[in-house]
């Protein structure tokens, strides 16, 4: 019986080859039934048609239980077309909990698994899904004959997936097992995806579609270039054939070509041969406007010539983009959505053509259009009210960009181009409140900070303040990277969490509600209600604040200070690095040209540093570049950025002596993270370490980069463990349960052990306490968020805890959040594979001098250079050995020390030369 069913873009069918065996029983004529009612599109009569069946049934054979699958299967069909994503997915999940556990030759259960991922995501559970379409897969994979439909969908799901996460290789890879079982398999899947009339849009067309659309999101090189003609060649020749489907897969054609022209625009904006990029971009839009225009082939004619339009006016061709653009502009709707981009091309034309006040009336029309508020938008846009589009702040990003392109010396259009900056900032935060993460925020927020600081160093009367703009984009970063964890998520373990916040943005809802109304009383009564959910929030979890939502304030950051600490913040931007500097008094900013070549010289100091040719000359001059204004500070902390998390600042020179022998550095991901050394008041000193023993798998590799056992691992736990009451777990059965069930009782956690680091995905990343495939055997990041620690420290002394080659840092910044928001406001971790030996030895001066009562970042320094005066003159001197290790997060002391104030010094100094006066006149008297 085949049974079409919904598979991304098209429809396919699966069989479920057990029905075709027997008689049909009453359960097989009641899933008709409900079949039947699906598709005359009667979803509310599935559901309840199929609840009340599955009220009466039970399954007494592998055959019923299939069938009640089934009915699951349809329920899910009916929710999601109501859009009800999370009742679908439990009939999902219905539908596999009642699924013969030992009955594999069906596809039904992939399916479900494969339904489950579409709705999850449509929730924006994206690990979920991207878990359940992994399993699907895998079921697929494992069947001798599996519907090669859903199994293609899979792998394309998977690869639109680590697209949006930026990943193209992988992207790509996932295309190409795809286009690998369609080639094996083309024209059984061909026949299969057949629609009434024998037309569909077959894999052979979209896979190459799929290929330039990835091109065109990644792609950056001259490799992708030609990538992209491979595949042109191909729509090319598939187009020309007879089979080729004008109604159904014409789309893949025109849009391919569109992609790619659109990436030479882009691209030509910044290579020196930008004419022909240009040329070839617009034969590729001239064809797919005739295609459409005269052809019926399918696209949106408005857009295709928008983008013919940027290319002519990119190519200075302004008079054919000018008569181009007009006629679109007329036929648009008075309040259609494109209105404002397409004025602001417009007004980037009249720039282009000197006239300067049509351009500037233009950009003005762009920007009203997008003003959400019934007052007329002020001409110097100081009234510009935001709306909640994060296409309005690329928008406002681009016009101040253009303006200050063209008109950089003109100081009017100077103060508007500070507004639009400034405005852009203001619609960048309104925009991102309830939206879902999007990888671009990072690099639009850059942009805006870029444009702001230029403004900033002019030093006129345009300053954008310089504290307001570190707490502004300190508190947009966290909401970013807290958006980006929790819309990946994929445990439930702050399943309180969220229905906390949603009841917030209800409350919320009903204020603004309230406001329009007027009614003073409901808003009253909402706000307490918000202050009461807020004040619940805080109790469950008192570090949200942090993350999510906070209210950073520099100068209560500086107030805390002491006067011997700096606080250095590197922000990575378009050709310049900024550098924040900020004590207790002063707070400044220098930005130092960067490009390519600086990220070269920095991943090939630290390469050096790895392979064992540290070179003093080059930490010399990278020192004078990076640790500015600190001459008179004795204690740095640093916020790195992009490439520099791969940085230990620790060995850099400054008047040709190592900075570690300088300074007590520590760092931090965040300004917010930087607390006060405050002893907290504590009698619990036990150290909990944890050493699983991998199945005793022998590790005979002389650094942790393998899974087996960590001999050194063992040794380390035992030294270290005589500087503290100690708990050590060693063995090989230790679970991350057990850690669950022991780590809140210590105040030191020592974790050495493998873990895998995602850089691309740092919400993938976990410590491994087996070396086992299971999720249950893995501590994943996510899973740390759910914990309430209590503990002072977290050492992790295991491999590959620190970043790798793409999107640095992310990783070792996201263990640090992680724990911090369980409690633990300090973290050791390591950015490279450190040797066993010298970990052992660096690890147990560490712990020897917490004992004695000093503080994280002089503890660390301090076992440092004890390593180093024992190994002065030796290999083993090389800072590869050493300098990996670094401290995140709070500085204070983990014992307390007897320790006597100067005032207490005198008065003991007085009492006792007071006892010595009274002895010697006793003496005297005799």
């Known amino acids: 019986m085949a049974v079409p069913v919904y598979a991304g873009n098209s429809f396919c069918s699966f069989t479920t080859r057990i029905t075709q065996q027997d008689s049909l029983t009453d359960l097989d004529q009641l899933e008709k039934k409900v079949e039947t009612i699906y598709y005359n599109g009667n979803y509310e009569k599935v559901i309840q048609l199929s609840d009340s069946i599955l009220k009466k049934v039970e399954p007494k054979s592998t055959k019923d239980s299939l069938r009640i699958a089934k009915l699951y299967y349809h329920k899910f069909e009916s929710y999601y077309k109501l859009k009800d994503y999370r009742s679908s997915i439990n009939a999902t999940n219905n539908g596999l909990d009642v699924y013969p556990v030992f009955f594999e030759t069906s596809d039904l259960k992939a399916i479900l698994y494969y339904k489950r991922a579409y709705a999850e995501k449509s929730l924006n559970r994206y690990l979920k899904s991207r878990e359940s379409m992994l399993k699907s897969i895998e079921i697929l994979e494992s069947h001798k004959n599996p519907n090669l439909d859903y199994l293609i969908g899979g792998y394309l799901f998977l690869s639109s997936d680590e697209a949006y996460h930026g990943n193209l290789k992988e992207a790509q890879r996932y295309v190409r097992l795809a286009e690998n079982g369609y080639k094996r398999n083309k024209n059984q899947i061909d026949k299969a995806r057949e629609g009434v009339n024998g037309e569909n849009d077959r894999y052979e067309i979209m896979l190459p579609y799929r290929k330039m659309y990835l091109l065109y999101s990644l792609g950056k090189t001259t490799q992708d270039s030609t990538e992209f003609e491979i595949e042109l060649a191909k729509l090319r020749h598939l187009k020309n054939q007879p089979e080729f489907g004008v109604k159904y897969e014409s789309i893949y054609y025109t849009q391919a070509l569109n992609h790619y022209a659109s990436w030479l625009i882009k691209r030509g904006e910044s290579h020196p041969q930008s004419h022909k990029h240009l040329e070839k971009a617009l034969l590729l839009l001239n064809e797919v406007i005739y295609l459409v225009e005269e052809k019926g082939y399918s ?147 850059r942009q805006i900070l870029d444009g702001l600081l230029k403004f900033e160093l002019k030093g006129d009367e345009l300053n954008y303040k310089i504290e307001e703009l570190i707490e502004t984009t300190e508190i947009l970063k966290n909401r970013i990277e807290w958006k980006r964890f929790n819309q990946n998520r994929f445990t439930n373990s702050l399943k309180d969490l969220d229905s906390l916040r949603a009841e917030r943005l209800s409350l919320r809802n009903q204020l603004v509600t309230a406001k329009q109304e007027n009614d003073l009383d409901a808003q009253d009564a909402i706000q307490s209600q918000i202050n009461k959910n807020e004040k619940t929030i805080v109790s469950y979890y008192p570090n949200l604040n942090v993350l999510d939502e906070p209210d950073f304030k520099l100068k209560e950051l500086q107030e805390k200070l002491d006067n011997e600490t700096i606080i250095l913040k590197y922000v990575l931007l378009a050709d310049d690095l900024a550098i924040f500097s900020i004590s207790k008094t002063i707070v400044s900013v220098d930005l130092i040209p960067w490009n390519d070549t600086f990220n070269s010289r920095i991943d090939q100091f630290i390469l050096k540093v790895k392979t064992q040719n540290y070179n003093s000359n080059e930490a010399q001059d990278l020192g004078q570049l990076l640790l500015t204004n600190i001459k008179e ?238 190994h002065k003159g030796t290999k083993l001197a090389e800072p590869f050995y050493w300098a990996g290790f670094v401290l995140y997060g709070k500085n204070d002391a983990v014992v307390k020390t007897t320790y006597l104030t100067p005032w207490v010094w005198t008065l003991l100094i007085l009492v006792l030369a007071l006892s010595v006066a009274l002895f010697s006149k006793k003496r005297f008297v005799k």
């Open 299 to 445: 696209g949106i004619i408005s857009n295709i010539k928008f983008n013919k339009c940027k290319a002519l006016t990119n190519a200075n061709r302004l008079k054919e983009a000018s008569e181009l653009l007009e006629p679109i502009l007329q036929n648009l709707s008075a309040n259609s959505s494109l209105k404002p981009y397409f004025l602001a091309q417009k007004a980037l034309i009249k720039a282009k053509e000197n006239k300067k006040e049509q351009a500037l009336t233009h950009f003005y029309e762009a920007v009203s259009l997008a003003h959400k508020s019934t007052d007329t938008l002020k001409q110097d846009f100081s009234n510009f009210k935001p709306n909640t589009s994060f296409g309005t702040t690329k928008l406002l990003l681009r016009i101040a960009q253009e303006l200050n392109s063209h008109y950089a010396e003109d100081k009017a259009v100077s103060l508007l181009v500070f507004q639009l900056y400034h405005k852009a900032l203001i619609q960048f935060q309104n925009s991102i409140i309830e939206t879902k993460f999007s990888p671009k925020y990072d690099e639009v927020l």
């Open 633 to 870: 500070f004795k204690n740095v902390v640093i916020i790195p950025d992009s490439k520099l998390f791969k940085l230990p600042f620790e060995i850099l020179q400054v008047n040709n002596q190592l900075a570690l022998e300088r300074y007590n550095i520590r760092y931090s991901s965040n300004l917010g993270f930087v607390k006060p050394d405050i002893l907290q008041s504590t009698t619990n000193q036990k150290l909990a370490i944890y050493v699983p023993d991998y199945d005793n798998t022998f590790q005979t590799s002389v650094s942790r980069n393998q899974i087996g056992s960590l001999v050194g691992a063992q040794k380390e736990a035992h030294a270290i463990s005589q500087f503290f009451t100690s708990d050590i777990y060693d063995n090989n059965n230790i679970t991350k349960t057990d850690f669950f069930k022991s780590s809140s009782q210590a105040k030191l956690l020592h974790l050495a052990m493998h873990s895998e680091v995602n850089n691309n995905r740092p919400e993938l990343s976990k410590l491994l306490f087996s070396n086992k495939t299971s999720r249950d055997n893995h501590l994943y990041i996510e899973e740390i968020y759910g914990m309430d620690l209590g503990a002072e420290l977290v050492v992790l002394s295991a491999c590959n805890t620190g970043v790798g080659k793409e999107n640095e840092g992310r990783s070792l910044e996201s263990f640090q959040r992680a724990f911090t928001f369980a409690g633990v406001p300090a973290v050791v971790a390591s950015l490279w594979e450190v040797p066993d030996k010298a970990t052992q030895q660096v690890m147990t001066f560490f712990y020897e001098n917490l004992k004695k009562g000093q503080k994280k970042a002089l503890a660390l320094k301090n076992a440092k250079l004890e390593y180093l005066k024992r």
